[in-house]
């Protein structure tokens, strides 16, 4: 899939509607912070424990690895859509049936392969609740 156009524009939101999964679970930019910040409202089907009342592991999983992806691509250097090679995630805590939010930072980007950290908060940004080191196969 190329990515240029929508890259060139800005138009992330619209990265984000050209893959299914993200627009399933519902995946956003949040344009009131000046990073760039994901942000995955809370939907009844994102729930894993309904005793407890806690997110699913996959999705809070498929959160960081979405965040990771949307970061690689307003970095603005990639042509297509990278592909994920692995994804280790460490849980810190509980994610509470409540919205998400993720920012992801690239550690480096090579000509094959990237590598980035991830992480997700609900309501304080100094309490993570996961952590994820992400890599992807970006050309070649």
Not at 32 to 45: I, K, V
Request: net charge neutral; charged share 20%; hydrophobic share 45%.
């Amino acid at each position: 899939m190329i990515l240029r156009g929508l890259v060139d524009s800005g138009d992330l939101e619209q990265v984000i509607a050209t893959v299914p999964f993200f627009t399933w679970m519902g995946l956003e930019i949040d344009r009131a912070r000046p990073s760039l910040t994901t942000h995955l409202p809370f939907r009844e089907r994102h729930v894993g424990n309904e005793m407890i009342g806690a997110l699913h592991g996959g999705i809070v999983a498929a959160f960081l690895e979405a965040t990771a992806t949307i970061a690689l691509v307003a970095d603005g250097k990639l042509e297509r859509v990278p592909k994920p090679i692995n994804l280790t995630v460490d849980y810190l805590r509980s994610a509470k049936t409540e919205s998400l939010y993720g920012e992801a930072t690239i550690a480096k980007l090579g000509r094959r392969v990237a590598s980035l950290r991830a992480t997700c908060w609900q309501e304080d940004r100094n309490a993570p609740v996961a952590d994820a080191i992400c890599h992807f196969l970006v050309g070649g």
